[in-house]
């Protein structure tokens, strides 16, 4: 299949060029002044995803979504163009053919074979990337000592996503430079949320928005709400990108505003008039607090006929539309718009390429994305910011991250050894921190342990049971604030793929079940709820747990 990819010079080079001869011929237009910016778009629907997908997805015969079996899954570039990418990440990253081994844990690879089909075949490495040969049993983290893979599935992620915002920074330095820097630039990137409850992590390139926070050359970046019921009254506000990283790096979040009036015949929609404005005023709200902004984007279809309505023509949707500009002129003169939420969320990118991408990934992280951050932390009654791990130096030293009373750790599973140090800087001050999973139990360049989680969280006793299990914690009889208002007995078992859904055969299995041992984790740690196997409480693995530490560790 012939499609563009975003590893390739040539294609940097050639629509730097374009773009600078179409800035060129704007300047001379008498319309300039009132071009403010250029938004690139490129890719699959011009929402800058990689191909490939398309021939892992289809509908099948009973019309619905359905997904070909794994070992048959296409995925990943190995173009000509991509190969000399690629390469130049891992000449970069390691240095020497030795360092390359040591990391793929396979002798004898050289940074030149990556340019050569024989000796890097795309085949051999396509399996490596979608788990074909491992078995259905495998955790959702690879192991970095894997004999013969290592760190390849990791390096080879990254790269696919880096090299994405590396092109559009091309092309955004090419129009700055066109503009003597006048012009704003942005492009459709971060879908990033999406790729942690979906069933695609990874496909679409989009996980390296740490490094799209510190690109010079992109002012702003767009992604739609979520695409399901959320949308309704009701419901929650899902951007994908992590807005708050982008607000700390002076970058702009554009939600590209499609929802569904009552006018509209495409789902999801709301039903009426006083629907459809309730909505409106909660989406513009969630902007407004989190100095976003959005667009209209209309989809209705065709001259005539139903699908034809355009979905905003409304007097109360036009009223509405005017007094929201006049709200944001007003956010604009004043003095203070910095954060103020009390409670930090953190998210890991990087993470989701230590990740296999097929069961049990895709409920773990449906569990974390889905029902933890969106149907969770959005409905406690109290904001939080939503940031990259990657900005926690610089929230500590700018003094940002004091303001947080608790931090939670969305998904920080395969660090490097810099990132699991930057954990310590949120510890003390009396702040708590909410660990999820498997913090820390994949690390660059180590095998897969336990004792890392322990050593990550300063909770002692963290075991592993490899094999996995539809997680259920049966709440026990407790005194802790935390545990106030939940009954003993009470189950706490998420389940993100409910029978009769589309993705129901992926099931709800985690793997691997992390818990804590009682006998090993002290009395300081106290035991909240057990895990349930088989329909039986095992005492002996804590599910939940807290433990409080002094100033002083």
């Given at each position: 299949?012939?499609?563009?990819?975003?590893?390739?010079?040539?294609?940097?080079?050639?629509?730097?060029?374009?773009?600078?001869?179409?800035?060129?011929?704007?300047?001379?237009?008498?319309?300039?002044?009132?071009?403010?910016?250029?938004?690139?778009?490129?890719?699959?629907?011009?929402?800058?995803?990689?191909?490939?997908?398309?021939?892992?997805?289809?509908?099948?015969?009973?019309?619905?979504?359905?997904?070909?079996?794994?070992?048959?899954?296409?995925?990943?570039?190995?173009?000509?163009?991509?190969?000399?990418?690629?390469?130049?990440?891992?000449?970069?990253?390691?240095?020497?053919?030795?360092?390359?081994?040591?990391?793929?844990?396979?002798?004898?690879?050289?940074?030149?074979?990556?340019?050569?089909?024989?000796?890097?075949?795309s085949?051999?490495?396509?399996?490596?990337?979608?788990?074909?040969?491992?078995?259905?049993?495998?955790?959702?983290?690879?192991?970095?000592?894997?004999?013969?893979?290592?760190?390849?599935?990791?390096?080879y992620?990254?790269?696919?996503?880096?090299?994405?915002?590396?092109?559009?920074?091309?092309?955004?330095?090419a129009?700055?430079?066109?503009?003597?820097?006048?012009?704003?630039?942005?492009?459709?990137?971060?879908?990033?949320?999406?790729?942690?409850?979906?069933?695609?992590?990874?496909?679409?390139?989009?996980?390296?928005?740490?490094?799209?926070?510190?690109?010079?050359?992109?002012?702003?970046?767009?992604?739609?709400?979520?695409?399901?019921?959320?949308?309704?009254?009701?419901?929650?506000?899902?951007?994908?990108?992590?807005?708050?990283?982008?607000?700390?790096?002076?970058?702009?979040?554009?939600?590209?505003?499609?929802?569904?009036?009552?006018?509209?015949?495409?789902?999801?929609?709301?039903?009426?008039?006083?629907?459809?404005?309730?909505?409106?005023?909660r989406?513009?709200?969630?902007?407004?607090?989190?100095?976003?902004?959005?667009?209209?984007?209309?989809?209705g279809?065709?001259?005539?006929?139903?699908?034809?309505?355009?979905?905003?023509?409304?007097?109360?949707?036009?009223?509405?539309?005017?007094?929201?500009?006049?709200?944001?002129?007003?956010?604009?003169?004043?003095?203070?718009?910095?954060?103020?939420?009390?409670?930090?969320?953190?998210?890991?990118?990087?993470?989701?390429?230590?990740?296999?991408?097929?069961?049990?990934?895709?409920?773990?992280?449906?569990?974390?994305?889905?029902?933890?951050?969106?149907?969770?932390?959005?409905?406690?009654?109290?904001?939080?910011?939503?940031y990259?791990?990657?900005?926690?130096?610089?929230?500590?030293?700018?003094?940002?991250?004091?303001?947080?009373?608790?931090?939670?750790?969305?998904?920080?599973?395969?660090?490097?050894?810099?990132?699991?140090?930057?954990?310590e800087?949120?510890?003390?001050?009396?702040?708590?921190?909410?660990?999820?999973?498997?913090?820390?139990?994949?690390?660059?360049?180590?095998?897969?342990?336990?004792?890392?989680?322990?050593a990550?969280?300063?909770?002692?006793?963290?075991?592993?049971?490899?094999?996995g299990?539809?997680?259920?914690?049966?709440?026990?009889?407790?005194?802790?604030?935390?545990?106030?208002?939940?009954?003993?007995?009470?189950?706490?078992?998420?389940?993100?793929?409910?029978?009769?859904?589309?993705?129901?055969?992926f099931?709800?299995?985690?793997?691997?079940?992390?818990?804590v041992?009682?006998?090993?984790?002290?009395?300081?740690?106290?035991?909240?709820?057990?895990?349930?196997?088989?329909?039986?409480?095992?005492?002996?693995?804590?599910?939940?747990?807290?433990?409080?530490?002094?100033?002083?560790?």
């Open positions: 299949q012939v499609r563009p990819t975003f590893m390739s010079h040539e294609w940097r080079r050639l629509g730097a060029e374009g773009l600078r001869r179409l800035v060129e011929h704007m300047k001379k237009q008498p319309y300039a002044p009132r071009v403010v910016g250029l938004c690139l778009f490129a890719g699959r629907a011009g929402e800058n995803y990689y191909g490939g997908n398309e021939l892992n997805i289809f509908t099948n015969e009973q019309g619905q979504v359905d997904a070909k079996p794994r070992e048959q899954w296409d995925v990943g570039d190995f173009s000509a163009a991509a190969r000399m990418v690629f390469r130049e990440f891992l000449v970069r990253k390691y240095g020497t053919d030795e360092a390359l081994q040591a990391a793929w844990r396979r002798p004898g690879i050289r940074f030149d074979d990556i340019l050569s089909p024989a000796r890097f075949r085949e051999e490495i396509c399996d490596i990337l979608v788990s074909a040969r491992e078995p259905a049993t495998a955790g959702s983290l690879r192991n970095p000592m894997e004999p013969g893979i290592g760190a390849l599935p990791m390096d992620f990254q790269c696919f996503s880096e090299a994405m915002i590396d092109t559009f920074a091309a092309w955004g330095k129009v700055k430079e066109a503009s003597d820097g006048r012009l704003l630039v942005g492009c459709y990137y971060g879908y990033t949320l999406s790729q942690l409850y979906t069933n695609l992590p990874l496909f679409s390139g989009h996980t390296a928005v740490a490094r799209a926070c510190r690109t010079p050359y992109l002012d702003f970046y767009v992604a739609p709400p979520d695409y399901n019921p959320s949308r309704r009254a009701g419901g929650d506000v899902r951007a994908w990108n992590i807005v708050d990283s982008l607000r700390l790096h002076n970058k702009l979040f554009l939600y590209e505003y499609d929802n569904r009036s009552f006018l509209a015949e495409m789902m999801p929609k709301t039903f009426s008039q006083r629907e459809t404005i309730s909505v409106f005023r989406d513009f709200a969630a902007a407004l607090t989190h100095n976003t902004a959005f667009w209209w984007l209309d989809f279809d065709g001259q005539r006929g139903a699908r034809s309505l355009e979905w905003f023509c409304d007097p109360a949707i036009a009223d509405l539309a005017a007094h929201t500009k006049r709200v944001y002129d007003y956010a604009l003169t004043l003095p203070d718009r910095s954060p103020s939420a009390q409670i930090a969320v953190f998210y890991h990118g990087e993470t989701h390429t230590g990740q296999r991408i097929h069961p049990p990934t895709i409920p773990l992280n449906v569990s974390l994305g889905r029902l933890t951050l969106f149907d969770g932390v959005q409905r406690i009654g109290a904001p939080a910011d939503l990259n791990l990657a900005d926690i130096p610089l929230l500590a030293k700018s003094g940002r991250l004091d303001q947080y009373k608790m931090c939670l750790f969305l998904n920080p599973f395969y660090l490097t050894e810099e990132e699991r140090q930057s954990l800087l949120c510890k003390g001050n009396g702040r708590t921190l909410v660990w999820l999973w498997a913090p820390g139990l994949a690390q660059v360049g180590q095998p897969l342990s336990p004792e890392r989680v322990s990550v969280t300063g909770i002692p006793g963290i075991r592993w049971r490899e094999e299990a539809e997680p259920t914690c049966r709440m026990v009889a407790s005194n802790h604030p935390l545990a106030a208002g939940l009954a003993p007995g009470l189950e706490l078992a998420p389940r993100p793929m409910p029978p009769g859904s589309v993705w129901s055969r099931g709800n299995v985690i793997a691997p079940l992390l818990y041992d009682p006998a090993a984790a002290g009395p300081e740690t106290e035991i909240l709820g057990h895990w349930v196997l088989d329909g039986k409480t095992r005492p002996e693995m804590g599910a939940f747990c807290v433990r409080e530490f002094t100033q002083a560790g």
